[in-house]
C-alpha cells in the first residue's frame, strides 16, 4: 500500500448521528457525495477509476467542475458506501457474512465490475459468497438475515435464492447423514433404524428462527421440495411460531376480557405469521401437535385471520380430534363480547369436519368387511374417545347463561347416534342445561332430552333421573319403564331354567345397546343373527299369547257356570279335610289315605 492510501483516515463530524459527514483527512477533497444517511468529502479519482456509475456522472459535468453526487438510492445506505469507499482508497478490511450481501448490492449499484478494473469489488464480493458462504448453513442464514434491508436489489442479483438453495441442500444432507447415524443391526441381523436415539440433523431449526417471515416462507418450501422429513418442517414451524407469538400469547388473561385492540396496525405482523405457518404445514397426519394447532387456532380468531386459513386449522384439528383435550376445546369467544364466553361455532364446525372424516374413512372401506366379526377398528376407538370429550365439554359450557338451546343441541347431534355407548355424560351435561335455564318451555324440555337414550343409562344414572324433578314427566315416565324392564330382566336372569323367555328379552336389551356401540362396518354379521334370534323370539311369543287366551277363554266360562251353592259345597269338603280338631291325628297313620279312611269311619258311626 503507497504512502498516499496508507495516510488515510476516517473521523466523524456528530456524535449525534450514525453516519454523518466524514472527512477524509491528509487527502485532497474534490467532490462531495450524499447518501442516504450520510456525507462523504472525496477525492473524486480514486472513486472513478473503480466505479462504472461515479465515472458516467462526472463525465457528465465535464464542461463544469461538479462538486457534489447525490446517491440517495445505494442499497444499505452509508454503511455500504463506506465500505466501497474503503475498496476504492485501497484501505484492507474483511468480507464476511454480515456485510458480502452489501458489497454486492452496492457494488452492483456502483458499477464496481472487471470492466472498469481488475479485481474490483463486485467479484471479490460475488467470489467469496460462492466459495465460503455457500458451503456453510448457518453463513447462508445470516446472509439472508442481511438481505431483509437489500431488497429487491438482493433478488435481482440472485443473492436471496443462492442462499435458500444452499440452506435446503445442507439441511437435506444433514438429514440424511443424521439417518444413517441411527442404523444399527437388530439381534436377528437385520439392518433397521433405531427412532429411540436422538435426530441430530435438526440443528438448523433455532437458526432459521432469526429470519422474516416471508425469507423463512421461501426457505421452508425450498426445503419441502427438496425432500425434508415433515416431521423437521413442523418442528421449525413450532418454533418460529412460537417465538414470533409469544407476546401475543400473553396480550389475553383468560380471567378477563380481552384488552388488545384486534384491529390495530400492531397486530398485522402476527396475523401474517399465522396465516404462513398455516400455509407451510406438512399434511401428513399427527405430525404437528394437536396443543400447537389449537393454540395456533386462537391466534387465528383473535387475529381475525382468514376464513380459509381458519378452517384449515380446523380440519387440521377434526383429523386428530380423538387425542384432544377438554383444555383445547375451551376456545375463547374473543370477539363477541355479549355472547357465549366460549366459541361453540368454532367447535362445532370442527366436530362436523370430524364426523365428514369418519364418514368419507368408512366410504373408502371394500363392502367385504360387513361380512366379518371384526373387533372394533381404530376408528371406533377414536369415536367413543370424541364422544366422551363432547359430552364433558358439553358439561363444562352448559352453566353459560348465554347458550342457545339450537347450539347446545347442534354439539350434542354432531356425533352420529353409536358414537355414545352409555349416555350418563350426555345425561350429566343436559342436567346441568337445565340446572343453569330454569326458563325453559316445557316443548324445549321434551326437545333436549329426546337427545338421550335412557336406555343406554346406568344404574346409578337411571336412579338418579327417576327422581329428577327438572326433566319432563315423559322423559321421567320413560325412565321408570327402563328401570322397571331392568329389573325384571335381571329378576328372571336369577332363574334362567324357569322360563327362557325373559333370558332372550334381556339378551334383546343388552345386544341393542352393544349394537348401538358398534358401527355399521363392524356390526352387519351381528344384526343378521339378532334378526334371526328376534324371529325365534316372536314365534315363541305368539305361542305363549295363545296359550294365554285359551287358558282366559276357559276360566271365563268355568266362572260363570259356577254358583254360590256349589261354591259353598266345594268349599265345606275342603274344610273337612282340614282337620281342624285333630282327633284323628295318630303317629301310626303316617300316611294321608289312612287319615282319611279314619275320618270317614267315624263321621259314619255318628251318623
Same mark, same amino acid.
Given at each position: ?87 476504492? !482508497?485501497?484501505? =484492507?478490511?474483511?468480507?464476511?457474512? +454480515? ?6 448490492? /452496492? #457494488?452492483?449499484? %456502483? &458499477? @464496481?465490475?472487471?470492466? !472498469?478494473?481488475? =479485481?474490483?469489488?463486485?467479484?471479490? +464480493? ?6 465460503? /458462504? #455457500?458451503?456453510? %448453513? &448457518? @453463513? ?19 443473492? /436471496? ?447
Amino acid at each position: 500500500m503507497n504512502k498516499h492510501h496508507s495516510q488515510l483516515a476516517l473521523a466523524k463530524c456528530s456524535r449525534h448521528q450514525r453516519y454523518n459527514e466524514w472527512v477524509f483527512r491528509d487527502v485532497p477533497s474534490d467532490i462531495m457525495i450524499v447518501v442516504d444517511g450520510g456525507t462523504f468529502s472525496l477525492h473524486k479519482f480514486p472513486l472513478v477509476s473503480r466505479s462504472g456509475r461515479i465515472r458516467k456522472l462526472v463525465a457528465g459535468h465535464r464542461d463544469s467542475d461538479i462538486s457534489m453526487i447525490e446517491l440517495l438510492s445505494l442499497p444499505g445506505g452509508a454503511e455500504s458506501f463506506e465500505l466501497a469507499a474503503k475498496f476504492c !482508497y485501497g484501505v =484492507n478490511f474483511e468480507i464476511t457474512a +454480515a456485510n458480502v450481501a452489501q458489497l454486492c448490492c /452496492v #457494488s452492483d449499484y %456502483l &458499477e @464496481m465490475t472487471e470492466e !472498469y478494473s481488475k =479485481n474490483n469489488l463486485g467479484s471479490r +464480493a460475488e467470489e467469496y459468497l460462492e466459495v465460503v /458462504v #455457500s458451503k456453510n %448453513l &448457518e @453463513m447462508c442464514v445470516e446472509v439472508l438475515k442481511q438481505c431483509e434491508n437489500l431488497l429487491p436489489l438482493a433478488d435481482e442479483l440472485k443473492i /436471496v435464492i443462492r442462499c435458500i438453495d444452499a440452506i435446503a441442500s445442507k439441511a437435506c444432507v444433514e438429514q440424511i447423514a443424521s439417518s444413517f447415524s441411527r442404523l444399527e443391526y437388530s439381534s436377528s441381523g437385520r439392518l433397521h433404524m433405531n427412532r429411540q436415539a436422538k435426530c441430530e440433523g435438526d440443528w438448523w431449526i433455532e437458526d432459521l428462527s432469526v429470519l422474516r417471515i416471508d425469507l423463512y416462507q421461501r426457505v421452508i418450501t425450498a426445503m419441502k421440495c427438496r425432500g425434508v422429513r415433515p416431521e423437521s418442517i413442523a418442528a421449525s414451524l413450532v418454533n418460529y411460531a412460537q417465538k414470533e407469538l409469544t407476546k401475543k400469547s400473553t396480550s389475553w388473561n383468560q380471567s378477563s376480557q380481552p384488552k388488545v385492540d384486534l384491529v390495530s396496525g400492531s397486530n398485522d405482523h402476527e396475523k401474517v405469521v399465522v396465516e404462513t405457518i398455516v400455509s407451510l404445514m406438512p399434511v401428513e397426519k399427527l405430525v404437528v401437535p394437536i396443543t400447537f394447532l389449537f393454540g395456533l387456532l386462537r391466534s387465528a380468531v383473535m387475529l381475525d385471520c382468514t376464513v380459509a386459513c381458519r378452517l384449515d386449522l380446523e380440519r387440521r384439528i377434526g383429523s386428530q380430534l380423538d387425542i384432544a383435550t377438554l383444555d383445547d376445546l375451551l376456545i375463547p369467544s374473543f370477539h363477541n363480547a355479549g355472547e357465549t364466553l366460549f366459541d361453540v361455532d368454532t367447535v362445532h364446525r370442527i366436530l362436523v369436519s370430524f364426523s365428514q372424516q369418519e364418514d368419507s374413512d368408512e366410504d373408502m372401506d371394500d363392502v367385504s368387511v360387513f361380512e366379518s366379526d371384526s373387533p372394533t377398528s381404530p376408528s371406533q376407538t377414536a369415536l367413543f374417545k370424541v364422544a366422551k370429550l363432547v359430552d364433558n365439554y358439553l358439561a363444562e359450557i352448559a352453566p353459560d347463561a348465554n347458550l342457545k338451546l339450537n347450539k347446545f343441541i347442534a354439539i350434542a347431534e354432531s356425533l352420529p347416534g353409536h358414537a355414545r355407548t352409555i349416555h350418563d355424560g350426555l345425561y350429566r351435561a343436559i342436567d346441568v342445561y337445565l340446572k343453569a335455564h330454569q326458563a325453559l318451555s316445557d316443548p324445549d324440555r321434551r326437545r333436549l332430552c329426546k337427545l338421550i337414550d335412557f336406555q343406554k343409562l346406568s344404574q346409578e344414572s337411571g336412579a338418579h333421573a327417576a327422581q329428577n324433578e327438572r326433566l319432563p314427566l315423559q322423559s321421567i315416565v320413560q325412565v321408570l319403564y327402563f328401570e322397571q324392564m331392568r329389573l325384571r330382566n335381571a329378576l328372571f336372569c336369577s332363574y334362567p331354567d324357569d322360563d327362557h323367555k325373559p333370558m332372550h328379552q334381556s339378551w334383546r336389551i343388552n345386544s341393542s345397546a352393544v349394537s348401538a356401540a358398534m358401527s355399521p362396518r363392524d356390526n352387519y354379521a351381528s344384526l343378521r343373527r339378532e334378526n334371526r334370534e328376534l324371529k325365534l323370539e316372536l314365534a315363541r311369543m305368539r305361542m305363549r299369547l295363545n296359550d294365554l287366551e285359551k287358558d282366559h277363554v276357559c276360566m271365563k266360562k268355568n266362572m260363570e257356570k259356577s254358583n254360590s251353592r256349589r261354591f259353598m259345597s266345594t268349599f265345606t269338603k275342603k274344610i273337612g279335610k282340614l282337620n281342624i280338631f285333630g282327633h284323628s291325628f295318630s303317629r301310626e297313620s303316617s300316611s294321608p289315605s289312612k287319615r282319611s279312611q279314619v275320618t270317614d269311619s267315624k263321621l259314619t258311626e255318628r251318623t
